[in-house]
């Protein structure tokens, strides 16, 4: 009996490792891909699944796995391939034994990225099969079929997702649903195969470009590229999600459906364009179907609409279509004018506000990196100079101290599983040439930013399974800082007498700011705060730490320019940063 | 059975709110109620940042064969809106004579209370010009069906009054969806929503 749900394409690669013997799983956290491992630890009787500490140390077990015989899925947001490129461009070339299917996916747009590279030229660059799934049926299935294309070809395989197709949920035959067989593959040392050194590099060399001619012949006969007959001599060759918009907007027209996309079906599409007068192919975010196309000789239609940069979607391929047929554009109307904006914030009560408070106050120079504590850079806290990729906080600090920056007083920040992900590495250059800036981390035991996974500091596995928990300030130490303190997040007075004697210390210093996330622990004080309208003089001071629970009260002047604060009891936990910020006593518990 | 009209062209609903609201929830009982009246259905969201109090969006759409998972700007047939002012910021998603349900509550935006930002000004005159608004009090039905965090499930059954399928999907999803211990104080919220409108 076939089984259909309706699943993200996230939920439904996790089924399609389960259906496929996947064995072996390891990904570090990342949106949007970060539910895939979440999902595979359902079957974890199953598969063997961790989160790994970073996405290098994930696709080497990944490549382990594969080596021993057995299929491996590794998954990754996209800055997380970046990582993980050193290990995956030479297991390219040693090639993979049990099938090996690499996650990763891409965030057009930048919905919660920092950038927005596409992955989509590394898989040519690593010279990988890619698939680009259009919806959950097609992440299911190309997922299954990677491991056995890995597997026939020797090749790793990449599927590329996007935001949209990794956090689309849509209907998903996934058969009986049933846990399915990997063949058997035994283990055998194989120094010549699975060693690289310079002399099995050269020949490994050679046997990749074989098996890209062979890869080459694949992607001409695989099911996951075809041709749809259509109507009209203006045809789309189309990937990914792009694929549906074509079919959203151009219902009619003949479409080249590419699913396998690394190597491209060129011939094939040669034959599809040969019966056109217009090609043009959708794809996103880089032209890197069509610049192949178009390297094969084939002439592809360089739209004027811009289709290049950020997500695509129905509204832009109506553009297209005005521009290609000349038809009206759809009406849509214009978003509504002069509304405030609603940027995400800082959590009330989130133990990252008094640190970054402090460091405003202290108008140190802050190399930031990523997590939640990055909106430590929005206004009113600004605290926040840089912010690079993960990890990148302290070897930017250290680039700006040997700059000689004129701000003396330079500190880079990250929380606990960017520090263990990345930042270890940083700190140990730090201590080894004695470069005089103060690293804190804010650590609150999980990673908080992609919705509370365990990592090496909160003493759990990903299946729940206890573990030691690494200690930020024993790392430090061991490492040979010299001044190490661990300090309490709402103790205001406390943190900038701290934060100024580490900045102001002309050695290597770490400051580990230990406090649980309010939205894991749901944590809370003892009591909630009111403000005493009586004493408030609307000086505004609050409104300074950005707290969502504090809100604007009564005016206090005839031009309405200044109001006094409220508390939204709703929202208060108790951190009692406030009252430690109000110089007129206005803030008090509510009894 | 419900057997609709044609439903080749898709029915179309964008849910908005401030994270945290339950708008995942929501939109995830809205699809599944359409897998269960025998629609094709794409739901799609947008949650990296979804928990830290910003805006958040999530679009549903049925039909025979539904192929991009975005709505075309004003082309949902139904808005739902957890709070007042993310009615106004999403209404151009909206067809012009679509239904706009609208959770009577508003949540400031931390870039007004500090003072960045000036409030937005006539929100509710704005909002009233539109003929298809339904403001509904979910949150003290809410607390009537016995917690004030079912509002989102108030407005599903305030919604399940505007889409055509059978209750009984909804009760199915509703029971696939919601761990068991809260599964009563939420479908009294969803009836209680329903009546509301119905």
Sequence with gaps: MTQTKLLSANQAIAWAAYRSGCRVAAAYPGTPSTEIMEHVAEFKGAIDCEWSVNEKVAMEIGVGASLAGVRALVAMKHVGLNVAMDPLMTFTYIGAIGGMVIVNADDPSLHSSQNEQDNRSLAKFAKCILFEPADSQEAYDMVCAGFELSEKYQVPVIVRTTTRTAHTSTLVNIGSGERGEAPAIPYVKDARRNVAIPAHGRLMRVKVEERSAALRELSETSPFNRADPGIGDLGFVASGVAWQYVKEVFPDAPVFKVGLSNPPPIEKIRAFAAGLKRLVVIEESDSVLAEQIRAAGIPVVEPNTELRMMELNPMRLAALRTELLGDPRPDAPAPETGLPTRPPVLCSGCSHRGPFYILSKLKAAVCGDIGCYTLGAAPPLAAMDTCVCMGAAIGTAVGMRKAGLPNKRIAAVMGDSTFFHSGMTGLLDVAYNRIPVTVMVFDNRITAMTGHQENPGSGHTLLGAESPQARVADIARAFGIPRVHEVEPYDLARLETVFTECLDSGEPAVVVVRGPCVLHEKWAGKHINAVDPGKCTACGACFRLGCPAIVRGEPRDAAGKRFQSKIDPMFCTGCNLCAQVCRFDAIAPVQ | ?198
């Design chain 2, 1 to 198: 059975m419900t057997t609709p009209r044609d439903h080749s062209v898709p029915f179309n609903i964008s849910l908005v709110g401030v994270g945290g609201q339950g708008t995942l929830l929501t939109s995830d009982i809205l699809a599944l109620a359409a897998m269960h009246a025998g629609f094709d259905v794409k739901k799609s969201e947008i949650h990296g940042m979804s928990q830290r109090g910003g805006s958040v969006i999530s679009q549903v759409r049925f039909g025979t064969r539904v192929f991009s998972p975005i709505i075309p700007d004003g082309q949902s047939d139904v808005l739902v809106s957890f709070e007042r002012s993310e009615a106004l910021r999403w209404v151009h998603l909206a067809k012009p004579a679509a239904k706009i349900l609208v959770n009577n509550m508003e949540r400031i935006p931390v870039t007004v209370s500090s003072g960045l930002q000036p409030p937005a000004a006539d929100m509710d005159q704005r909002l009233a010009a539109r003929p298809g608004l339904l403001l509904l009090d979910a949150n003290p039905l809410a607390e009537q069906a016995g917690n004030l965090r079912t509002a989102n499930v108030v407005l599903v059954g305030a919604l399940s009054t505007l889409v055509p399928f059978d209750e009984s999907h909804w009760q199915t999803a509703m029971r696939e969806r919601i761990p068991p211990r809260f599964l009563e104080v939420n479908l009294r919220a969803f009836d209680l929503g329903r009546a509301a409108v119905g």
